[in-house]
């Protein structure tokens, strides 16, 4: 029974098709169905119920997913325990935002690739919703702030940000200075959402209402500088038109709570190395940008599991 064939009957039962699953190996379909077909062989028994719609596990293969899962995490364990320190080998496949990724992810991965030359890394830059482990990703990074998954959450710098208008759409309709006042106001949206703010020491959470909506940061600013509404973006995105006399920073006394900057995995007990050594190196590099809010350094055991609801986007 070869470790390869218990990998891809595994990637078959969480993707739910031979297609999907030969997608995130990077394989043709046919190599698929071949370690498939050998491994039912093997065991004497029906794994898979094949249909024209994809694969559903059969009684027997529910049972036999787990096991297949935990071997192949065992068999990474041990891989990772006898290569040379340092070394990193197989593929990554990371998912990142489109805004912040290919100008601030970009380099950082580059530079992973450049210390391991026998690691593949595979990155789909998206502003869109990513189920990471129906999509088949190692791990996710995300920015700003994050719903309640079953995702494994680890922080490696905090993001701060401002409620921001033009001054055009100031003159136009005011400038909001509490909670209350900002419900009468157009909210430039990320998607639909909730947002939060602080009153001193206690917790606001606002419903804003807003005709533009976008999962693209780049867009909300956009926006905010033709006078359609009131955004809340990160400092990085604004100060620079708020200098300009571009933007301005409304509803100063009611500050928003720092987001952040997160590595996001599938849950499971033992995160890969690399996804270890890739959350240390952003942590580096993003901590030269936020030394206050950053430790150096690397402790998994500081790891958070957010709820139970199924997967979050970022």
């Known amino acids: ?95 990142a935002p489109y805004v912040y990724g290919p100008t601030h992810i970009a380099p950082i991965l580059a530079e992973m690739a450049r210390r391991h030359p026998r690691l593949q890394i595979h990155t789909s830059y998206n502003d869109h919703f990513v189920d990471l482990i129906g999509e088949g990703f190692d791990c996710g990074i995300r920015f700003g702030y994050l719903e309640d998954s079953n995702l494994i959450v680890r922080q490696v710098a905090p993001l701060h940000g401002k409620l ?14 509490t909670p209350e006042e900002l419900a009468s106001h157009e909210a430039l949206m990320l998607r639909t959402e909730s947002w939060q703010c602080m009153d001193g020491q206690k917790m606001v959470t606002l419903r804003p209402q807003g005709r533009f909506k976008s999962d693209n940061g780049n867009a909300l600013i956009a926006a905010a500088l033709a006078g ?32 952040g900057i997160y590595v996001v995995r599938p849950p499971g007990q033992h995160p890969a190395r690399k996804i270890r050594i890739l959350t240390e190196m952003l942590i580096e590099c993003f901590g030269r940008n936020y030394p206050a809010g950053v430790r150096f350094g690397f402790d998994w055991a500081n790891d958070v599991q957010f709820g139970q609801t199924s997967n979050s986007p970022g």
């Open 164 to 177: 921001v208008a033009s001054p055009e759409y100031i003159a136009k309709h005011g400038s909001p200075e």
């Open 228 to 259: 359609i509404g009131i955004g809340r973006l990160p400092n990085e995105f604004v100060d620079e038109h708020i200098a300009a006399g571009r933007l301005v920073h409304v509803m100063t006394r009611f500050p928003l709570p720092p987001a």
């Open 1 to 95: 029974m070869e470790i390869e064939e218990l990998r891809t009957f595994v990637e078959v039962a969480d993707s739910g098709g031979i297609s999907a699953a030969a997608r995130r190996l990077g394989v043709s379909k046919s190599i698929v169905s071949r370690r498939l077909m050998r491994l039912e062989d093997e065991l004497g028994i029906q794994l898979l119920s094949r249909n024209t719609r994809g694969a559903n596990l059969t009684e027997a293969g529910v049972t036999f997913r787990d096991c297949a899962a935990q071997a192949c995490s065992s068999i990474d364990i041990a891989k990772e325990t006898i290569l040379p320190q340092g070394e990193l080998r197989g593929r990554l496949r990371i998912a």
